[in-house]
């Protein structure tokens, strides 16, 4: 008996987006057709059978890709497909039914493998029965960033413990608050603690609460952190830095859903999901034997890890310009940008203190701008290259002895000289004058041209 051909639906405004992915679908023997309007969509879904549909999100009309996924999820599986790729559209997606959600530019091994598995399977993903996005919380269009949405829409539809890995500074945090906010329990608290600056004592009765008496000043009785995250989401944040004693405790409390306060016998039952973060190698620890194993997979249920900011620089000039509005918003300051050569220094350097530092850098040069444009030399030395210091250098030295006017246009004369190998036409260019007012200057001040 003939095998029947699976037929996909391309939708995108942009024609030559079309004809693209068709290419790539027949070369592996599936059998498509494409649309550039979702009425076109209509009308062609109710004359042929199909068994996939990939849809561009914004199609250039009133209606979205949301709305053909609506109309199709059904039916068939919908792959959605991106150029503006953000939490908001990853987490309504999975929402709504897609089967994947993909940004472009997209990877032709990406796109085979999603449409070869949405092909093998006919259960399409859970949906999130009650989510809205948290805003601001993280940004990102890069494909590394639209995975990490996707996991956290996945881990949002669960009640699974959580293990989030990765650097100091690249927002683990905000990815355990996104996990909550789109989860059923959305409404309840979302209580964090870092378990790395506290003692073990302190840590242990900030967690569980104490008795009255338990120890000196514990005058009253007091509920912890577990009790108030009751119905909610704990966040163990440095997860890593506890004591094996400690880790015995959260092992039980997670298993059991009980805690029991310090210096009393009775327990109490607790409905709190767990969400532990982490930049050390838990498993290494592990080997090591400086983290209980059973922890580390009671823990690591889920595990989604928040790539370092050198992993994603095309992020950098999203991300500068959210720290940016913000800052301004704060300062009362309007119409500030960055240079184009400032976005490129800042997208050549390390960033070993990850987005937390981009933030900081970011106020720096904020504070330092006199203009209406951040320039290279209002950000910190530490990311400019050994002679973009030197020039930041001259500057920041131009008017530290309190020159007169005089002495001051002398100083820049001779640097736009120097910089200019002696060009007396480009040097009266970059001045603003004629040669002739040049060499009036260049003779008050005794410069030899």
Known sequence: ?????????????????????????????????????????????????FHLV???????????????????????????????????????????GAFDFISKPFKVEEIV??????????????????????????????????????????AAMTRSTVLITGESGTGKELVAKAIHQHSLRKNKPFVAVNCGALTETLLEAELFGHSRGAFTGAVFDRRGLWEEADGGTLFLDEIGETSLAMQVKLLRAIQEGEIRRVGSSQTKRVD?????????????E????NFREDLFYRLSVITIHVPPLRERVEDIPLLAEKFLREICSELKKTNLSFSEEAIKIMQSYEWRGNVREL?????????????????????????????????????????????????????????VLEKTGNNRTKAAEILGIDRRTLYRMAERFGIQL
Request: proline share 3%; charged share 30%; net charge negative.
């Open 1 to 49: 008996m003939k095998q029947e051909v699976k037929k996909i639906l391309v939708i995108d405004d942009d024609k030559a987006s079309c004809e693209l992915l068709e290419e790539i679908l027949r070369a592996c023997d599936w059998a498509t057709s494409s649309v550039q309007s979702p009425e076109d969509a209509f009308e062609i879904f109710r004359k042929e059978k």
């Open 54 to 96: 990939i849809s561009d999100v914004n199609l250039g009309s009133t209606l979205s890709g949301i709305d053909i996924l609506k109309r199709f999820r059904e039916s068939v599986p919908v792959i959605l497909i991106t150029g503006f790729g953000s939490l908001e559209s990853a987490i309504e997606s999975i929402k709504e």
């Open 113 to 154: 493998s999603v449409v070869k598995r949405a092909m093998e399977t006919s259960s399409h993903a859970k949906k999130i029965e009650s989510a809205e996005f948290l805003s601001g919380m993280l940004v990102g269009r890069t494909p590394i960033m639209i995975e990490l949405y996707k996991e956290i829409a996945r």
């Open 272 to 284: 709190v999901r767990v969400i532990a973060a982490t930049n050390k190698n838990l498993e290494e």
């Open 286 to 289: 592990v080997k090591k034997d």
């Open 359 to 415: 933030q900081a850098v970011v106020e720096y040069a904020a504070l330092r701008c006199r203009g209406q444009e951040i320039l290279p030399e209002d950000l910190p030395v530490k990311l400019l290259s050994e002679d973009l210091k030197v020039e930041n250098q001259f500057f920041s030295n131009l008017y530290l002895d309190l020159p007169s006017l005089d002495e001051l246009e002398k100083r820049y004369l001779i640097y």
